[in-house]
C-alpha cells in the first residue's frame, strides 16, 4: 500500500499538557484498525518510523507518541549513542506511571477518533515501548498488543521511583498480548521471563510467547545487533497475530 507517512497530530493530555503523535496510514480510502506503536527510550527515530510504516502498509493506522514529551521539544530524537541512552534511561525513571497512563488513554482516544480507524485498536511496542504497549492493553478499548522485549516488567520498575504495578494488573488483561524475546537479552534474562510468564498462566491471559536466539533491539534495523532474518519472521507473526485478533 502507498503510504501517508508524514502527519503528526497534536494529542491534549490532561495533566500532561500537549503530546506529538505521529501518524502512518494508507492513502487509498477506506477504515483501518489503529494501531498504538511505542518507541523505545530513543523517541521517534528513523527505524522506528520505517517500522510504523512497515505495519502501516499491511493495512493499519499506525499512531507513534512522543513518550518524553513533558520533558523534550516536540520533534526531539535522541541519538543511539551513550549521551542518548543516558537521556532516554534517565527520563524512564523520572516520569510517573500514572503520565504513561494517561498518555495512552489520549493517543488511545485520538487514534479512535480518526477518520482512517475503524474502531479496532491493537498496541505495539520494542524496549520501553513494549511495556508501555502492554500497559496500554490493559485499557478494554484494545483487542491486542504485540510486545518486543518489553523491560522492567519483571522487575516492576518502571517510572518515578522504580515501582509500577504491571504484574499486579495483568489480572485485568482482556486484550490477547504477544510477547517476542531474544534470548540472549540481558535486559531481560530467563528468570525474568519466567516471572511474566508465570503470571500470565497464573491469571489465565491469552497470549502468544515467542523466544529467539537474538540480542535486545534485534528489531531495530540501524546497529550491530539488527537480524534482518529474525525480523521478517517476527514481524510475520505479528502480522497474522493482528489479522487474528483485530478482524
Known sequence: ???????????????????????FRPVAVGRFPGVLLFSEIYQVTEPIRRLAAFIAGHGYVVGVPEVY???????????YDPEGTERGNELKFTKPVAAYD?????????LLQHPACN???????????????????????????????PTDIHSGSLGEGRSDDSLA????LKAAVMFVWGRQDPHVPYAGREVIRRRLEEVGATYEWHEVNAQHAFLRDEGPRYDPVLFLQ????????????LA
Open 102 to 110: 494517561a498518555d495512552a488513554d489520549a493517543a488511545l482516544t485520538a
Open 69 to 79: 514529551h513533558e520533558y523534550e521539544p516536540a520533534g526531539t530524537v535522541l541519538k
Open 169 to 172: 494488573r495483568m489480572a485485568d
Open 1 to 23: 500500500m502507498i503510504l501517508r507517512s508524514d502527519e503528526t497530530q497534536n494529542v491534549d493530555v490532561p495533566g500532561g499538557g500537549c503530546m506529538r503523535m505521529h501518524m
Open 234 to 245: 517476527a514481524i510475520t507473526l505479528t502480522m497474522a497475530f493482528y489479522q487474528r485478533a
Open 119 to 149: 474502531g479496532r485498536l491493537g498496541t505495539f511496542g520494542v524496549c520501553l515501548g513494549g511495556h508501555l504497549a502492554y500497559r496500554a492493553a490493559l485499557d478494554p478499548r484494545v483487542s491486542a498488543a504485540a510486545c518486543f522485549y
